[in-house]
């Protein structure tokens, strides 16, 4: 069975990080290389996170120079992040 873009989303977001990437790109286009420090992973982590996100489509990426510069595909993912994590929460049991 081919996978569908809801599927492959659901996988790139299988790993937290990958999620506070998609955070980080909020307020604009950010390089590549800011992720590492601010992530504390090496930058290899980093590319092979953002390269899941763009083969899932959610984010976009445009060469400057030597430089790759990363952007959301659609500034809603993060509404619809932010709504699928609040539904969720509702629905956690108390403990």
Partial sequence: MKSTPLVRAAKALAHPRRERMLWMLRDGERCG????????????????????????????????????????ADPAILELLEQLTERIREREPVS
């Fill in 33 to 72: 290389c800011e992720f590492a420090p601010e992530l504390g992973v090496d930058p290899s982590i980093v590319s092979r996170d953002l390269s899941a996100l763009e083969r899932a489509g959610l984010v976009l990426s445009r060469r400057d120079g030597v430089r790759v510069l990363w952007q959301l």
